[in-house]
Structure formats: C-alpha cells, structure tokens
C-alpha cells in the first residue's frame, strides 16, 4: 500500500513569506506527527495529531507555527512570516492509534532565503 | 525527559568488517526503543524496534540490536558492512506519555571499499 506522503519535496521560499507544508499520512492511521530535521541533527517533535485535534504541540517553536487535520487524514503545516532558521526537512510520520511505531514520510527541504 | 545520546558523530569502516553502532537513552522505566535509517536525501527507514521479551532483536537488512537495561544501551549490529549500508542512523525512544518519538543526533556511516 501506498507509504507516507509529503508535498512539496522542496520548497524554496524568501524571508517573511508564508508556507504551507502537505502530509499525506497512511490510509486507516489515526496518528500523525510533524517533525523537524536541522543540518546534522536528528528529528525532533514539532506536533502530534490524534484525529483531527492535535494531542500535544509541545514542541512547535513560536506561534508563527501552526498545523491542522480537519478531516483527521491530511495535514498541513503552516509557518509564517518565514526566517532563515527556519530552513530544514520537515518529516511527517503517521501509525495505527496509540502505536509506538511510527511510518514517515520522504520529507520537505524547506530553503529559506 | 527522555533523551538519547549516539557518542559517535562518524565511523568508517571497511566492507566485509563488523560494525556496532552504540546507543544510550536516558528514561526512568523501559521504553520502546529503535533503529532508524537515512540514506542521502530519503526519509527515515525503520531498521529494528524492541517492545519487550528477548532482548536481541532482529531487523531488516542483517541488522541486530541488544537492549540491556543496565547499561541503558541498545547498540545496533551488523557482522558484516556492505558498501549500500553507508548511511546516517538514528536511535530513539518512544514513552507513551510522550507519544513521541525521541532521536539521537545520528551517527554517519562511511564504507571504505
């Protein structure tokens, strides 16, 4: 069956503009997490979703980062007024409720200039 | 909070050679432990993963890890590197008060022919 899917793969963007990034999570999964990969770093949690309501935004950065799941499948994650530091791969990764195994997607290089 | 230390930022080694990749995680009870894998430009593949029971588990690709709870370790394996291995891996830990995953920094692989 079809995987974890992320679109765009790489977006490219200027200071100060608005992004929205897209995860499309596997069918049936009622989990979904956002998380954000630095230079040489490992992932770390941005949010997670259990159906549509996000169950725990711990670990967004500032309030210019926000995510939704209206229909509890897909997800956006919106970052605006977009900084420098702002630019990684933003891993989205879905599982079965309540499950610790988790599924990602390929990701999107987020480049902000 | 949990936390995972990888103490090696980079290995080489030579096809056909033994490779162990350490692990360390910081937590109070057991918790769901994990091998990651990142080829360049790809997302994170799921090497391995320990619940619970034997210690020694198994994973795709000839790869094993060992859990030992004294040594708060769970060091990845493989008896012999082949060249398609070169690749960044991560451990992490997942408590389910957290319902998140928590990544090491990663260690990079490099295979010397």
């Known amino acids: 069956g079809a995987g974890v899917s992320q679109t765009p793969s790489n977006k490219v963007t200027e200071k100060g503009k608005y992004v929205e990034l897209r995860c499309d999570p596997i069918s049936g999964h009622t989990a979904l997490y956002w998380y954000r990969q630095s230079l040489g770093q490992g992932p770390e949690f941005l949010i997670y979703f259990q159906g549509t309501g996000a169950a725990d935004d711990s670990g967004l950065p500032n309030d210019r980062f926000f995510a939704v799941r209206p229909e509890g499948s897909v997800s956006t994650l919106k970052i605006q007024r977009t900084e420098r530091g702002d630019s990684a791969v933003y891993l989205c990764?879905?599982?079965?409720?309540?499950?610790?195994?988790?599924?990602f997607g390929p990701g999107t290089r987020l480049t902000v200039l | 909070a949990q936390s995972v230390t990888q103490p090696d930022i980079h290995i080489t080694v030579s096809e056909g050679a033994s490779l162990e990749l350490r692990c360390n995680y910081s937590y109070g009870a057991t918790p769901y432990l994990f091998w990651y894998v990142q080829s360049p430009g790809q997302g994170l593949q799921l090497l391995l993963k320990y619940f619970s029971g034997d210690t020694l588990v198994q994973g795709i690709k000839g790869f094993e890890a060992e859990f030992k709870r004294s040594q708060s370790s769970f060091n990845l394996r493989k008896p012999s590197v082949h060249w398609s291995d070169a690749a960044e891996y991560f451990c992490?830990?997942?408590?389910?008060?957290?319902?998140?995953?928590?990544f090491g920094t990663g260690t990079r692989l490099q295979v010397t022919l």
């Open positions: 992490a830990v997942y408590t389910g008060t957290a319902s998140k995953l928590t």
């Open positions: 990764a879905s599982s079965r409720k309540a499950s610790p195994e988790q599924f």
